[in-house]
Each structure stands twice: as C-alpha cells, then as structure tokens.
C-alpha cells in the first residue's frame, strides 16, 4: 500500500463522519491527480486536453455525491479509478467519442500524476446553480455558498431542517446532471 | 469555475455519511419488493389450496428453497455491484450454484422415472401461467431494486442490472411457489429456472439505460 493510499485513505474515513476540513483536503488532493489522469488518457486518445478541467470536476462532484458507496474494508484508490473511469467513459459517449480507444487501465494510474495546473472549466457552478428550482437553490447558495448551518438555512429558506439536507442532496445530483448536459457538444 | 472553488462548495459544513447506506437500501427494497410480488400473487392466482398435505409442503419447500438460495446471492453480489468498482472483487459464478443443484435434482428425478413419463414431468399443465407470471410479478421487485441500486454508483451498469434482474426473478418465483400446484422437480428446473434467467436477461438489457449517473 503507497503512502499516498494510506494518507488519503484516512481523509476519506474522517470525512465520512463529517470532518470538513478532511474532506476539503480529500477532494483536493484526488482533483489534481484525477486532472493528471484524465489529461494523460484525452491525450492517449487524442483529444484536446482542455476538455481535462470539466471532467475533474464531474469526478469530484461524483466522489462527494457518492461517498456513502465507499466501503472503509476497501482501499480507497481502486474506488476513485471506478469513479474517474466511468466518468470518463461516460463524457466520452456523451460527446461522440470512440470507446474502443479507452485502454484497460490499472487502478494505481488515477494516482500516478500530480497536475494543480488548474484552468477554468468551460462552465460556470454558480450560473447553473440558477437554473436549479427555488428549494434546492435556497438550500444550497445557504449552506454551501454562504456557510450557514442547516438551522440558519432552515429559517432562511422556509424549509424543515431535514428539507435542507434532502433539498442540497439533490440539488448536487441535479447540479451533476445540469454539467453533463452542459459538456456535450 | 476553478475546481477549487468547487472543492471550497462540496466542503462547506459536510454532513456525516451513513455508511451502511447501501447494504441498508438494497436490503429493504428486497424485502419490500418480495412483499408486493407476495400480496400480487396472493390477490391475483392465490395460494395453493393444498398447503396442509405433506407432498404440497415438501414440494413448496424445494420451490423456496431454490428462489431463496437465488435471491440471497444475488443480494450479496448487487450489494457489491452497487459500488464503484465492485465488479472487480466478484466472480459471479456462485449465483449459479441453485440453478445446477435443481438442474441435478431434476436430471435424478427424470432418471428415475420411465421415459413416458417425461413429457408430463417437464411441461406439467402450468407451464404456460409460470412462465407468464414470475415475469410479470418480477416487475415491481425490479423497478424497487432497480431504484436501489441507482441510491449506489454501480460502474458496470450491464452486470448490475442482471442481478437487478435475477432478484427480481426470485422474489417473483418466492411469490408465485405459493400458488404454483406442479410439483415435480424437472418443472421447477425449467419453468421456474429458465423464467428467472429470463428476467436476469431481461436486466441486463435495461441495466445500462436505467443505472446511468
């Protein structure tokens, strides 16, 4: 097991029970290797690796959507390879490009490069958050754009306080679907 | 946007996860579509009326047995499928131990009775409504675990919606066994059998439209 698995494991164990810092430092971390990675398999196909930022972002809104599906018996690395795999797979589909050209890659491959050249993806959250129904913006503009807790949300929002929760959960789910339509070309 | 204005979003007041959530889900959909398919059964053909004779009992057994032993182990399979990467940990062959042992019960059973005898061992009177009914109340068990699996990310959608599938099958076979009169063990083997991999093909075909996240 690398050091990297190891460190990243425990981020990910004290982010499942809520430490935000923790889960802060998780995600990025597995941004810059996953841009590594997903810049190295567009250009392996030979696509435009400026396309690399969007998909990052997808994996990382996928990873933090889907983190109850990690299972702490588990290392951590094979679980984000499937992620950042599928991911990929899917954007490619998405946009008409040739699965046959996706290569078997080994799980150790999403943690191979660290890249924090980040570059601006080629859409905007906070402008398609917007476009998200009036709960689910509320909710999430409260908690996650202004640091609210989930009581302050609540009031302000005019929500119960396990509204808030199901309304930013959804509203993430809905803000993963709005970018995927977003990216197809 | 930067991501990292992205991370600084998804990391502000994180909520604890339940982590048991997908085991958690998975199980009460089965156990809430087994439910359905059961009172379907019972509101649409019945039960057997017979259940008090001992024949009818032991024959039932069998017939829960088989849709038991299929439902556990596939349950045990999608919990893993339903997570990212877990097509990797599985090899998926041991779903079919139940279908050999009743394929190799019914190969005895056929043996042992003379060859005039096949014929009405095989295709019974009931075949037709079997093989109508266990898809047909598959539907429900399969929309419930289907729905479950989307809680989860399966990452091999084809292979998670087969054993969305095979569940279902067996959940409906559990259900319609009550009813089902034909009690021989080469009928159960490819009646009972053969609709249930039906209803496995079936989620295969619909798992990569209906799991996509």
Redesign the interface.
Known sequence: MTPLEIELKALMLASLKGDAASHRSLLDQLSRRLRGYYKAKLAAIGRDTSEAEDLVQEAVLAVHIKRHTYDPREPLTPWVHAIARYKLIDFLRRNRGSLADVPIDAADEVMADDDHAGTESTYDVRRLIERLPEGMQCAIKAVKLDGLNVAEAARRCGLSESGVKVNIHRGLKALAALIARETRT | ???????????????????N??VRTLSIAIAAGTTVALGIAFAGLGFRADLATTRALAFLAIKLAFAIGVVGLALVYLTRL?????E??ISPFLVAVPFLVIVALAAVSLGAAPRAHWDRMIVGDEWLECLLSIPVIAIVPFAVSIWAVRK??P?NLRRAGAFAGLIAGGASAIAYALHCTEDSLPFIAVWYGGTIVLCTLAGAALGPRLL??
């Open positions: 946007m930067k991501t990292d204005d992205l991370v600084a979003l998804l990391s502000t007041n994180v909520e604890p996860v339940d982590r959530a997908v339903a997570r990212p990467g877990g990797q940990k989860g990310a990452t996509r996240w």
